[in-house]
């Protein structure tokens, strides 16, 4: 069965801001122009006046750049002044150290010459007394050559008595050690026959020892023992460790290869429609039996996208209900409205499907606040049901629950008869997809009032709303109204908000959300698998199972080192009392032979030790006289060497002071020396004196040029000075002259305007004014000044048997299909309603801020010939300056 879903349009067009600075500015508007007179005579005036000015502002423009030039050359004229004062002073600090160099040599050379002088005059009588030191010290030197070969003799002798000493103490000290030897042995022999034990003793030690070789056997036995029995638990904990380990790697080679995930078809997959290929095509459509399949998308329909389908012509369905499926609720209606849930719930559907095409055309969202959607859907129904003309026609209400200014408002309208909030949500997805992709008809005005762009500073609000019109409709029981509200950052009387005002203004604080998708739209499922947890727990288990077995062996381990340890250290002491039992009984036999010995052993070994002691004593009093000997001779020895040192010492002193005297001898037997000195100091002083006199003179010239150079620096800064003195005479004229300028150019401004009506203004430093906008750059404004703010008349258009409800402005622009009306809310500052009336333009009104200039040329006159006098007294002075 063909379904048609008859849709309307009206989008109203955006009120520029332009237009509301005009309207605002009418009620700002205290304008005087009416009393001003002007005449062509005081305007020429002025206009000359102006002209003058200029260029007198021309010429005191030359002459500070002048004066500016000459400041430049000036400071130039200063840095190299000081550059050649420093460099002056610099010379006459370098040249003063080097004459005072130069004295220092001069003075040297003087003491020179008068040293070698004294030389000359002393020289004999050095001679005489060189050659007395000289004779002496050559007896000094015969004496102590004597004394050195006598010591040289005697260190000889005694260091051979004391190598012959030292020989013999050695011989002494080794026959002593052996004697002592020999005694301590007999002493050993006789001391051990003495000692020998008694044989009970020994026997009584032997039975003790017996004992202790017992215990120690019981304890090693019981030791061993628990040893072996550790030693057994542990191979038989290994075993099992061993066989664990093998289960949990069979086990853990399982689990690997079982997978971990099973995947299967998803049984809870729901798909989304997408609409027919064909208009109308029922039969091949995707059924929608819940929310989940709806669209929250709109998309183009194939016949439309390859063109097999026209975009203009009726409107068809592309989405079907599935009536046996649907189980949403039914529509409610009280007191004659939608139930306020469900009309909030449409449109947020709504919302969704319109946001969502404007992402697809890189724009950005809409939004709808639960302040504006409330507040305008409240006005519109209460519109609509106050005159049945509303129904299925477009219904403008002015209503602004926001403290901003309204721009503009489109509308779209859609009709149907749905029963169910399923049927009503595939009407709007079918209406919307009409208005998106096949439009042609109402000249693609639903489509361009959903991608309405939202330009900087603005805010588009969208409320979509169903009006219930029951058996009133022509093409339905039901209007989806959907209002498109551009509100301005700007107050109700043109002022600019802030953006976080304009936002709280709308009150997005309580935004009314899109759908989300809670779709699972996967083709397949993931779950567990439980062949891999059995495998898993099977791991675990032996995993488990072989910690055990690991802590086990760890803990036998332990026991069987301990009770290894304590075995090895029961036989030890077994041993340890094997070996004191057998030591005891060798003592016991010992002892056994010891009583045999006869008086007659003892009493050999009495007199082996007296022999011995006998012949120890002279060989240690042998070693002590030796000793006393080698100490004797040694100590003679290190004297002597001492004495020799010091006799060639003294002698080496007394060859070198003796060689001294007679080089001193042969030196003062000559005067060639002494004469050649005196020559080298004498030319030496004539060398000098010439430099001196030569540093003498760079000393005067440096402060000759020091002295010029201060005096260059100072006529320099003087200079200068005059020269910013002209340069702030300059600069003061010139300011004179721009404010000559600013106050003629008011003059001409004023006598335009006075002349015009209008009001330009005109930058004081430019030629000629800006150019002021004029109404005509508006392709709506009037071309006497004037702008009409347009009507609410209506016409209603049927185009190609669609039908299309349009609100038409009286404008001279026409479209095929579908008229964009203007709904202009235009700001107040009073309860006037100044709808379709003529509101004076900017080119004819002043504000209460502009002040008439007086029309007479009389100031100006005045003003001008001061400035000429200003200027005048600069380029005088800049003439002077120049002709120094």
Request: hydrophobic letters at 35%; a negative charge; proline letters at 3%.
């Amino acid at each position: 069965m063909k379904k048609n879903v008859s849709i309307a349009v009206a989008a109203t067009a955006v009120a520029t801001l332009a237009g509301a600075e005009n309207a605002h500015a009418d009620q700002v508007t205290d304008a005087q122009s009416n009393n001003v007179v002007v005449t062509p005579s005081n305007e020429v005036a002025n206009q000359e006046t102006l002209n003058q000015a200029k260029e007198t502002q021309k010429q005191a423009e030359q002459n500070k750049a002048d004066a500016d030039l000459q400041v430049k050359s000036a400071e130039q004229d200063v840095k190299s002044s000081q550059d050649a004062t420093k460099q002056a002073q610099d010379q006459l600090s370098k040249n003063n150290v080097d004459a005072k160099q130069k004295q220092a040599e001069l003075d040297a050379a003087n003491q020179a010459e008068q040293n070698a002088k004294d030389a000359i005059n002393n020289q004999a009588d050095n001679l005489a007394q060189a050659q007395k030191d000289a004779a002496k010290q050559d007896d000094v030197v015969v004496q102590k050559q004597t004394q050195t070969d006598a010591a040289q003799k005697q260190a000889d002798e005694t260091k051979t008595a004391n190598k012959q000493a030292q020989t013999e103490k050695q011989a002494n000290d080794a026959k002593a050690d052996a004697a002592q030897k020999n005694q301590n042995q007999a002493q050993t022999e006789l001391d051990n026959v003495k000692k020998a034990p008694s044989i009970d003793a020994a026997q009584k030690q032997v039975t003790q020892n017996q004992k202790q070789v017992d215990d120690a056997t019981k304890i090693a036995q019981q030791k061993d023992a628990a040893n072996k029995s550790a030693q057994q638990d542990l191979a038989d904990k290994k075993a099992k460790q061993t066989d664990l380990l093998a289960k949990q790697k069979d086990a853990k080679a399982k689990l690997d290869k079982t997978p971990k995930q099973l995947v299967e078809k998803n049984p809870n997959k729901v798909t989304r429609a997408t609409p027919t290929d064909k208009a109308g095509d029922a039969k091949n459509a995707q059924l929608i039996g819940s929310d989940a399949e709806l669209p929250l998308t709109l998309k183009e329909p194939k016949e439309l996208a390859t063109g097999v389908e026209k975009r203009s012509g009726d409107y068809a369905n592309w989405y079907f209900v599935d009536k046996n499926r649907d189980k949403s609720a039914k529509l409610q209606v009280k007191n004659g409205r939608m139930d306020i849930n469900q009309q909030r719930e449409l449109a947020q559907y709504s919302l969704t499907l319109i946001n969502a095409y404007r992402k697809q055309n890189g724009l950005p969202p809409l939004i709808m606040t639960e302040k504006t959607w409330q507040a305008i859907m409240d006005a519109q129904l209460t519109l609509r049901d106050s005159d049945d003309k509303y129904v299925d026609q477009h219904s403008r209400t002015k209503a602004n629950p926001t403290d901003l200014f309204r721009s503009g408002t489109a509308q779209n309208i859609g009709f149907g008869n749905a029963q169910t909030m399923l049927e009503a949500k595939v009407e709007i997805a079918n209406y919307l997809t009409a208005m998106a992709y096949k439009d042609l008809d109402s000249a693609n005005g639903h489509h361009d009032a959903l991608l309405m762009p939202v330009e900087k500073g603005h805010i588009i609000v969208v409320v979509p709303v169903v009006d219930y019109v029951g058996s009133k409709g022509a093409h339905g029981q039901w209007n989806y109204v959907t209002d498109f509200i551009d509100y301005a950052d700007m107050d109700l009387t043109g002022d600019p908000v802030s953006p976080e005002e304009a936002a709280k203004s709308v009150g997005m604080d309580q935004m009314i959300p899109e759908v989300v998708d809670t779709n699972d739209d996967n083709d397949t499922i993931t779950r567990d698998s439980p062949a891999y947890a059995q495998a898993q727990a099977e791991y675990d288990q032996l995993t488990t199972e072989l910690n055990a077995a690991n802590t086990a062996v760890t803990e036998a381990q332990a026991t069987a080192t301990k009770t290894q340890t304590e075995a090895t250290q029961a036989n030890a002491d077994l041993a340890q009392a094997q070996t004191q039992l057998d030591e005891s009984k060798a003592a016991l036999q010992s002892a056994i032979d010891a009583d045999n010995l006869t008086s007659a052993q003892i009493k050999a070994l009495q007199e082996k030790l007296a022999a011995a002691t006998a012949e120890n004593q002279q060989a240690q009093a042998d070693k002590a006289a030796s000793d006393a000997r080698a100490a004797t001779t040694e100590a003679n020895d290190v004297a002597a060497q001492q004495e020799l040192a010091q006799s060639r010492s003294e002698l080496a002193e007394a060859k070198a002071k003796q060689s001294a005297l007679h080089a001193r001898v042969a030196e003062l037997s000559s005067t060639k020396e002494l004469n050649d000195r005196l020559v080298q100091a004498q030319a030496a002083i004539a060398e000098a004196e010439k430099a001196q006199i030569h540093a003498t003179a760079a000393v005067e010239q440096a402060h000759a040029n020091l002295t010029q150079a201060q005096s260059a620096l100072k006529a320099a800064q003087t200079k200068l000075a005059e020269a910013k003195h002209n340069q702030a005479a300059a600069k003061d004229a010139l300011d004179a002259a721009k404010q000559a300028v600013k106050d003629a150019q008011a003059k001409v401004d004023q006598d335009r305007l006075n002349k015009d009506g209008g009001l330009e203004i005109t930058s004081p430093d430019e030629d000629k004014a800006n150019p002021q906008v004029p109404n005509e750059s508006r392709p709506d404004a009037k071309q006497d000044g004037q702008v009409e703010l347009p009507s609410e008349d209506t016409d209603n258009i049927s185009t190609n048997g669609t039908h299309v409800e349009s609100e038409t402005p009286n404008t001279t622009e026409k479209h095929v299909g579908v008229q964009t009306p203007t709904d202009v809310t235009t700001p107040k500052t009073s309860d006037k309603d100044i709808t379709s009336k003529k509101v004076p333009t900017p080119s004819t009104q002043m504000t209460k801020s502009e002040k008439q200039l007086p029309n007479t040329g009389s100031s100006q006159t005045g003003l001008l010939t001061i400035l000429g006098s200003l200027l005048f007294a600069s380029v005088s002075g800049l003439w002077f300056r120049k002709r120094q």
